[in-house]
Nanobody
Framework: QVQLVESGGGLVQAGGSLRLSCVVS????????MGWFRQAPGKEREFVAT????????NYADSVKGRFTISRDNAKNTVYLQMNSLKPEDTAVYYC????????????????????WGQGTRVTVSS
């Protein structure tokens, strides 16, 4: 059974930083494109960032470009989201997602294309 477990959320002041982690088990992590999504209260889940199997390709939502960085460590079965210069509007539950793909450089921005999801970690940014 595939499990994705996020951690690293919390309460931070505006302008601060957090690093989220997501550990994947039950699948060959290196065969998965990975993504981060978020859902704020009363809003739909939205794309944040994605990274290809080998880590060479990344894509970001315009709202986080230049502030967030997605990375992965295939030896540790872990994907990270480094979040800097946080804003109150970044407050949300953050989810990581995985999809097995044959494309080594493939990134996925649509949530419907992901097969596996974590339970989410809450990030609250105070003003």
């Amino acid at each position: 059974q595939v499990q994705l477990v996020e951690s690293g959320g919390g309460l931070v002041q505006a302008g601060g930083s957090l690093r989220l982690s997501c550990v994947v088990s039950g699948r060959t992590f290196s065969s998965c494109a990975m993504g981060w999504f978020r859902q704020a209260p009363g809003k739909e889940r939205e794309f944040v960032a994605t990274i290809s199997r080998d880590g060479s390709n990344t894509n970001y939502a315009d709202s986080v470009k230049g502030r967030f960085t997605i990375s992965r460590d295939n030896a540790k079965n872990t994907v990270y989201l480094q979040m800097n210069s946080l804003k109150p509007e970044d407050t949300a539950v953050y989810y990581c997602a995985a999809r097995e793909t044959s494309g080594l450089y493939y990134t996925i921005t649509y949530y419907s294309r992901y097969d596996y999801w974590g339970q989410g970690t809450r990030v609250t940014v105070s003003s």
